[in-house]
Each structure stands twice: as structure tokens, then as C-alpha cells.
């Protein structure tokens, strides 16, 4: 009974080695996965930084050190270093123009002293 229990070990260890090295594969091609979904989510016109940003660590949680990963984050960078610059300009597109002066309204004539009635024509 001793030389089977001694000879099921190593075979359980080889199984599960490669079941962790097939759970590394999937974990690296869902890593790679999100590193792409990240570049194409960094390339867009308005690219949400958070999402990114979760997908460039979940790349490097995986332990992918490619260049991929020094593109996606040197884009990031790039884009909030530009989005803090133009956030003055964007909001004043949208701001209301104030209305061009008015005229200022200018104050009635006085009106000149009670003259005397005219005297009425007579009728011929």
C-alpha cells in the first residue's frame, strides 16, 4: 500500500502542474486581451481613462512585460497630460455669450414750464 500511495503523488502533482500551466495560458491570453481592448479604448475620441487604466494592470498583473503594455500606458499618459490642457478650452465653447450691450435708456426731456394757453382762432 506504501508504494502505491508513493507512486499517486507524483502523478496528482504532474496533473495539477498542468492544470496551473493550462490556467496561466488562459490567464495570459485574457490579459492580452484586455491589453488590446485597452489601446483600442485609448484610440478612440473620448477614451474612458479608468477603464484603461484597469485593463493596463490586469496586463500587468498577468506578468505580460511586452511593449504593448509600455504603448498602452505611455498613451494613457499622453492623453490625460492633453486633456488636462484642453478642458479650459471645451468648456468655453459651450458658454453662453453675453448680450452685447444696450443702449442705455436716455432720460425724458424735461418738459418746459406751463405756457400760457394759445388764444383760439376765431372761425371766419
Known amino acids: 500500500m506504501a508504494i502505491e500511495s508513493a507512486l ?3 502523478v496528482v502533482d504532474a496533473l495539477m502542474a498542468l492544470l496551473r500551466r493550462g490556467e496561466n495560458v488562459h490567464l495570459q491570453n485574457n490579459a492580452e486581451k484586455a491589453l488590446r481592448e485597452a489601446i483600442r479604448e485609448l484610440l478612440l475620441a473620448n477614451p474612458d ?3 484603461a487604466a484597469a485593463r493596463i494592470a490586469i496586463a500587468k498583473a498577468a506578468g505580460i512585460l511586452s ?3 509600455v504603448l498602452a500606458e ?3 499618459r499622453k492623453h490625460r497630460a492633453t486633456k488636462s490642457r484642453t478642458a479650459g478650452k471645451s ?3 459651450h458658454r ?3 448680450p452685447a450691450a444696450a443702449p442705455v ?3 425724458p426731456a424735461a418738459k418746459p414750464a406751463a405756457s400760457k ?7 371766419k
Do not use: G, Y
Open 8 to 10: 499517486i503523488k507524483p
Open 49 to 51: 481613462e479608468n477603464k
Open 67 to 69: 511593449e504593448d503594455v
Open 74 to 76: 505611455d498613451m494613457l
Open 91 to 93: 468648456a468655453s465653447a
Open 96 to 98: 453662453k455669450r453675453k
Open 105 to 107: 435708456p436716455e432720460p
Open 117 to 123: 394757453p394759445r388764444a383760439k382762432k376765431k372761425a
